[in-house]
């Protein structure tokens, strides 16, 4: 039994020695295939990679640097509402050795001209009537007004206001004529059916001018139809005998293209604002509304009238059909000259805007805008003045402060010299401290946008 059962034992042993080499053979061949077939994939991968050259790293290109461009540039002044007062009137007048009584608003005016000199073109608006016939009182001045106005280094008027229609159609032609024949261009109001739209070859720019009033009624008075003559005065409103509150976008947005399509560069539109904006420092919801609409039709100097103070400079990018556009909103520059009291009344603004023109490829843009203070003394409002030769006077409003600082005038008192420096704050409050020509030099802007 021993023996049988050695002989099993022998025999298990084999068995499994055998099958031991067998598995072993199987795991060396299996193995020794797939290392082959590894081996095969790297050197078909390397084959592949020495076929086909490794990529060169992708470079950021080098920004193209914009060239030096071949620039003119041109500066249009524009200033606020002459506003037609008695007082003003009055203050102008002196008797000759003849008994005759004339009017001289050449040193009212003054203080404008040094904000004047250097543009090539100026403007101001006119809310007021000119005759030579008649008592003057609010909103109607001599004749005489329209010369001093050129002599001052004005060469363009806005006629459009709320009070052009005071005298009538009558009184509405004869201002326009009287500003014509003293040299002056004028913008919305026309003496006759001809009305055509102005346009100014400025150094080379093509600058247009629009302008529209929102109605005929100034203050409580009754507003006056111009429905037998629609074509003397442009209008803001189609109902401004009524509401005043529905803007004819129709109109001016022709106006716009006609002339973009006569070959404008830059468009400028003054709009004389309702009584409802009237000594807001902010402009109003029916402001900002006219003016996105404005700038969006191609309009690219907006300018505001009729609040009777100072409100913000806007400086827009806007984005037009056509490509983007630099543009200004000088929602009120105020009170070029009036008698007013009330607060912030008695300070306004040159707005100084520099249009540049490639001399090379004809591109147009606005460049610059910045803003000059003035101040309206009225010297019975000081009673520290000793003998005043004069009730009335614009004065350019840091040159004053600067002639009483250095003892070469003193044209203020101390009164009037604390509230002209005050003055000089409060624009920048309210217009933006960045467009002080003086303490910030304004604001500078690019192109291409």
Not at 377 to 400: M, N, Q, S, V, W
Request: net charge negative; charged share 20%; hydrophobic share 40%.
């Amino acid at each position: 039994m021993k023996n049988n059962e050695n002989g099993l034992f022998t025999g298990f042993l084999y068995v499994l020695l055998v099958l031991l080499a067998v598995g072993l053979g199987l795991l060396v061949f299996f193995n020794f295939r797939a290392n082959e077939q590894q081996q095969a994939e790297i050197e078909a991968a390397e084959e592949a990679a020495n076929a086909t050259p490794t990529p060169e790293p992708t470079l950021t290109p080098e920004p193209t640097a914009t060239p030096n461009r071949n620039t003119e540039t041109i500066t249009l002044a524009i200033a606020g509402d002459l506003v037609g007062q008695a007082g003003l009137t009055t203050d102008a007048q002196s008797t000759g050795d003849d008994g005759s009584v004339r009017y001289d608003f050449s040193q009212e005016l003054a203080g404008v001209q040094g904000a004047l000199a250097e543009a090539d073109l100026a403007m101001c608006t006119l809310v007021s009537t000119l005759t030579d016939s008649g008592d003057y009182d609010s909103y109607r001045m001599p004749q005489s007004l329209a010369p001093a106005l050129r002599d001052a280094g004005f060469d363009l008027v806005n006629a459009a206001s709320d009070h052009i229609m005071d005298r009538g159609l009558e009184g509405l032609a004869e201002t326009v004529n009287t500003l014509k024949n003293s040299g002056l261009a004028v913008v919305g109001a026309y003496a006759d059916a001809n009305r055509s739209l102005l346009m100014a070859n400025v150094n080379g720019v093509k600058v247009a001018f629009l302008s529209y009033t929102y109605g005929t009624a100034g203050g409580t008075s009754e507003p006056v139809s111009v429905a037998d003559n629609s074509w003397c005065l442009d209008l803001l409103t189609t109902d401004y005998m009524t509401a005043k509150e529905t803007v004819d976008y129709a109109k001016i947005d022709g106006d716009v293209a006609a002339v973009r399509q006569a070959g404008a560069d830059i468009v400028v539109c003054f709009v004389y604002w309702w009584d409802n904006t009237q000594y807001y420092t902010e402009p109003r919801t029916n402001q900002t509304e006219v003016a996105d609409h404005l700038l969006e039709a191609g309009v690219d100097i907006l300018v505001g009238g009729g609040v009777k103070v100072p409100q913000p400079i806007e400086v827009r990018t806007v984005e037009r059909a056509d490509g983007k556009a630099n543009c200004v909103v000088c929602y009120s520059l105020s009170n070029l000259m009036s008698c007013f009291s009330d607060t912030y009344t008695n300070i306004s603004a040159v707005a100084n805007i520099e249009i540049s023109r490639d001399v090379d490829d004809g591109d147009v843009w606005i460049s610059a805008v910045s803003q000059r203070p003035l101040f309206m003394l009225d010297t019975g409002d000081y009673e520290d003045y000793i003998d005043p030769e004069f009730k009335y006077r614009l004065l350019d409003a840091r040159e004053a402060v600067a002639d009483r600082q250095s003892g070469t005038s003193f044209i203020l008192s101390d009164a009037a010299y604390e509230a002209a420096q005050t003055g000089i704050t409060d624009l920048q409050t309210l217009m933006g401290e960045e467009y002080d020509e003086e303490q910030a030099g304004g604001v500078s802007l690019e192109y291409p946008y």
